[in-house]
DNA sequence: CCAAAAGTGTTAGTGATACACCCATGT
DNA sequence: ACATGGGTGTATCACTAACACTTTTGG
């Protein structure tokens, strides 16, 4: 709870794109699945596992590598970066978080894959409980509010953010409160479900950014 | 234009899964990009290019072909099927269109693929205009309207739709109606713009199933 | 007692839905 | 003249957005 959106990434060792970050990946094993793969190609940068990553795109321009030809099957994930610790691997001389809002210049196509990422996590955020993955498994609705900030980039009304969240029902109270927090506790809450869940239609859009009528003539 | 949505098959004239149907496709060759390569292999089935193909997701679990891992990249278009002359190749016995509300069993994971492409073209119906590609330059209102409820497989009320269509502006009056419909003459619009294009958000959701509010409760 | 963050309700506007009749043509 | 499909307007309801003050705690 640092209150950035980070991306994890990589610096190279090695030519083409020497000493740039890029995401971290590899190759696909025959016995993996792609997913798994993922995982595992976290697990060695990381020390995460059980954790939740989701299909992005995946990317086979010609162009990508100079190399060769290489085609990417990109995946993304959320965690609180408090349940990681860095671990670098032989292959790249660094890795760090760094704010999405402030990225390096990156290797290859990378630039464009989170990009896309950071678009599909945005619209994500409006139809389902992607959020919870960031937050410990109790948290406080100012919290919950800023996880959307942050990654929205933009300040939410936070009486409208409780009406709507009330509305959807997929928190329950506990009895706890913060401490120490240096100013009024706020109360705990926790996700009635703790996986990632479609919202109702009719709750759909939490928080979205707004756009004027006049852009209707699009 | 026959009132039903159709997806275009083939039939395996080999093991496994021989006499099957199962979705065209084929490997992607070093020198072709992930899009040429399906429309590559689109061609080779049909004799259609200039179509827009889009990536729906990329299928790799290790079980997906009993011969051989197989990571398949799936992309989808939609064509009105009157630009098609099927030509059906060596590798398979027949090529068909066959209404996506009555498949015949699908060989590998080939049903969960289209399972996963019909939600994903509803989405898409909701917020962009990809509708277009299934109507000839010239249409009607009519004729736009059952392309919606054909994919949706539900009623919309034509006031609605109308009033819809009308404020978000895409269209263009032409100065054409239909003849011969032994009816009455159907005005004929065009898409202002003839690629897809996204909708603005106030316009989203055009026409998307109702949702009672009673279940709000997911 | 002051600073800082938590918590709380109401109003106005906009988009969504439901609904029924007349019109133009071909036969 | 009639059958068929094209075309039109209004009223209600639900969701969204804007907005300001009080409360609780720590220092």
């Known amino acids: 709870m640092d209150d950035d959106l980070k991306v994890l990434l990589v610096q190279r060792r090695v ?28 697990k060695e940068k990381t020390n995460v596992d059980d954790i939740y990553l989701e299909q992005l795109y995946t990317f086979g ?41 402030a990225l390096p210049e990156l290797a290859f196509d990378h ?20 959020g919870s993955q960031l ?3 109790k948290f406080t609705l100012p919290e919950l509010c800023s996880i959307y900030e942050i990654i929205l980039n933009k300040q939410i009304d936070k009486r409208n953010f409780r009406k709507k969240i009330a509305f959807l029902d997929i928190l329950e109270e506990t009895e706890e409160t913060t401490q120490k927090h240096s100013k009024k506790p706020a109360r705990l809450y926790r996700f009635k479900q703790s996986d990632i869940v479609e919202l109702p239609q009719a709750g759909r859009n939490v ?10 003539g699009l």
Not at 16 to 36: A, I, K, N, R
Request: hydrophobic share 35%.
């Open 135 to 137: 937050l410990p498994e």
């Open 61 to 101: 321009d010609l162009e990508r590598d100079p190399r060769a030809r290489v085609i990417t099957i990109a995946y993304y994930a959320l965690v609180s970066s408090e349940r990681f610790t860095l671990k670098p691997s032989d292959a790249v001389s660094d890795v760090k978080w760094h704010s999405i809002y």
């Open 15 to 42: 030519e083409p794109y020497q000493d740039f970050w890029s995401l971290p990946g590899g190759f696909v094993h025959m016995d993996e699945s792609l997913e798994q793969a993922g995982l595992n190609k976290l």
């Open 207 to 216: 928080i979205q950014p707004k756009i004027p009528r006049s852009l209707k």
């Open 111 to 130: 630039a464009r894959i989170l990009e896309y990422a950071l678009q599909r996590l945005r619209n994500k955020l409006g139809y389902t409980t992607v």
